[in-house]
C-alpha cells in the first residue's frame, strides 16, 4: 500500500514538473530602454515578444525612462543589479568601462558581426580596443524642410551651407510664409549638445586637444555663434531653447516649421497622414557644411545595448541583444531606424519608400562626428547646456560662455 502510494505520488511530481527543472523553468532578464526618438516603445516591446516567442524559456521585463534619465538610471542600479540589458549612448563607452558597468563582450562577437555591421557602427560600443555591447540605433541628426514651403517661397533646392539655410529662412520669413522658419532642440539637455556638435563638425571645429578643452575657440566658438545669431535674428523658433526632439518633431509635423535638425525616426513619423499635416511634403537632406570647411555635418548619435556587469544572467541577456540587434529584427523596424548591417541597404523591403532618408544617410552617416570620448563626458556635457543656454539667453557672450564651460568641464 505504502508503495503505490509513493509511486502514484512519484507519478503526480513528474506530471506537475516538481522532477523536471528545465521543462517549465524560465529566467527574467531586465531590460532598460529610453521612451523617446528611434523605435518606439510599442515597437520595442513588439521585438521582445518576437523574441521570448522563439526562447519561451526566458521572460524580458522591460522598463522604459526618457534619454534624460538612462545614464543616472543605469549607474544607480549597479549597487542593486537592477538591469541584465541597458541602452547606452555613444557617450558613454569611456565612463562605463572605467567605473566597471559593462560587461567587454569582445570574445562574443562573431566574425560575422564583424563583416556584416557597418564599419562606423562599432564605434559606438567600443572603448580602448574593446567591445562593451552590439551597435543598436545607428543614427544621425538631418535637416528636415516642408517642400511645400520652399515652393512657396520660390527656393528650388533646400540648402547647402549653413548660410544658405539662414539666407532661406529669411525669404520665407519675409515673404510671411512663417514668423519663425527654423526649429531645434536646445532645452538645456543632451539635445543641445548635439545640435551644437553637429555645427561644431561643420565649422571644422574640436572639443579637446590634448585632452583639454579647445571649443572654446575656432570651430566650436563659430558654432554657437552661429545659433545665438539664428536665435537672435528671429528667424529661429524663440521655443526652441525649451524643445526637445519630439517637440521639434510635432511643431514641423504640425506645419510650423520650414527646417528642423532632427534624428532618423522624424522621416516616416512626419510622413504619416494619420498624425502629420505635412505626410507627403517631407523633404529631407544631410545637416549643411561651411563653405570651404565642410560639404556636410553631422553628429554620432548612435546607441547600443550592453550586459551589465551586475546581471546573473549573462549568457540569456546576450542571446536577447543579438536578437534586437539582428538583421532580420532590423530590417523589420527600418522605417524607425535604419539597420546597422551594410548589405540591408540594398534590400528593397528597407528602401522602398524611404529612397530620400537612404540617400541623405549615405552622406550623414559618413561624416558622423563624435562627441568627446572622456570618462568625465557628463560633467562635460552638463558644462555645455549650461554655456549654450547662457549664450542663447544673451546672459553671457559666446566666448565667455565656452570659457566657463571649459573651466566646468572637469578636465
Not at 263 to 290: E, F, L
Request: contains cysteine.
Amino acid at each position: 500500500m505504502l508503495k503505490s502510494i509513493r509511486r502514484t505520488l512519484l507519478g503526480a511530481a513528474f506530471v506537475s514538473g516538481a522532477f523536471m527543472p528545465h521543462a517549465f523553468a524560465e529566467t527574467s532578464i531586465n531590460a532598460l530602454f529610453m521612451a523617446q526618438a528611434a523605435y518606439s516603445e510599442a515597437d520595442v516591446r513588439a521585438m521582445a515578444e518576437a523574441f521570448s516567442k522563439a526562447n519561451p524559456d526566458i521572460k524580458v521585463n522591460l522598463e522604459f525612462v526618457p534619454y534624460e534619465g538612462l545614464h543616472d538610471k543605469t549607474v544607480l542600479a549597479q549597487g542593486s543589479g537592477g538591469y541584465d540589458v541597458v541602452l547606452f549612448d555613444v557617450i558613454w563607452p569611456a565612463e562605463y568601462a572605467s567605473n566597471n558597468v559593462l560587461v567587454d563582450v569582445s570574445s562574443r562577437i562573431t566574425d560575422d558581426m564583424k563583416k556584416g555591421v557597418l564599419p562606423g557602427a562599432w564605434t559606438t560600443v567600443n572603448y580602448d580596443g574593446k567591445s562593451y555591447g552590439m551597435p543598436w540605433i545607428l543614427d544621425t541628426k538631418y535637416l528636415f524642410y516642408n517642400k511645400e514651403i520652399l515652393e512657396k517661397a520660390g527656393i528650388k533646392n533646400p540648402p547647402k551651407t549653413w548660410d544658405e539655410l539662414a539666407e532661406q529662412a529669411k525669404i520665407i520669413k519675409d515673404k510671411g510664409l512663417l514668423a519663425t522658419p527654423i526649429s531645434w532642440s536646445w532645452s538645456q539637455a543632451e539635445a543641445a549638445v548635439c545640435d551644437y556638435t553637429t555645427l561644431v563638425s561643420a565649422y571644422g571645429g574640436e572639443f579637446l586637444k590634448d585632452g583639454k578643452p579647445a571649443f572654446q575657440s575656432g570651430g566650436g566658438l563659430d558654432a554657437l555663434n552661429y545659433m545665438v545669431t539664428s536665435y537672435s535674428s528671429g528667424l529661429t523658433n524663440p521655443n526652441s531653447k525649451e524643445f526637445l526632439e519630439e517637440d521639434v518633431r510635432k511643431v514641423f509635423q504640425n506645419g510650423e516649421a520650414a527646417f528642423a535638425l532632427n534624428w532618423t525616426y522624424m522621416y516616416n513619423m512626419a510622413n504619416d497622414p494619420k498624425d502629420s499635416k505635412v505626410a507627403g511634403k517631407v523633404g529631407v537632406v544631410p545637416a549643411p557644411g561651411v563653405a570651404g570647411k565642410s560639404e556636410v555635418s553631422a553628429v554620432n548619435g548612435s546607441m547600443g545595448l550592453g550586459i551589465t556587469t551586475a546581471s546573473k544572467h549573462p549568457e540569456e541577456a546576450w542571446k536577447f541583444i543579438t536578437f534586437m540587434t539582428s538583421q532580420e529584427t532590423q530590417n523589420q523596424y527600418a522605417k524607425l531606424s535604419l539597420p546597422i548591417w551594410a548589405s540591408s541597404y540594398d534590400d528593397p523591403a528597407v528602401t522602398k519608400g524611404q529612397e530620400e532618408l537612404i540617400a541623405a544617410a549615405k552622406l550623414g552617416l559618413a561624416a558622423m562626428y563624435p562627441r568627446p570620448t572622456t570618462p568625465k563626458y557628463q560633467e562635460l556635457s552638463t558644462a555645455l547646456q549650461q554655456a549654450i543656454q547662457e549664450a542663447l539667453l544673451g546672459q553671457a557672450k559666446p566666448e565667455d560662455a565656452l570659457k566657463g564651460a571649459a573651466e566646468n568641464s572637469g578636465l
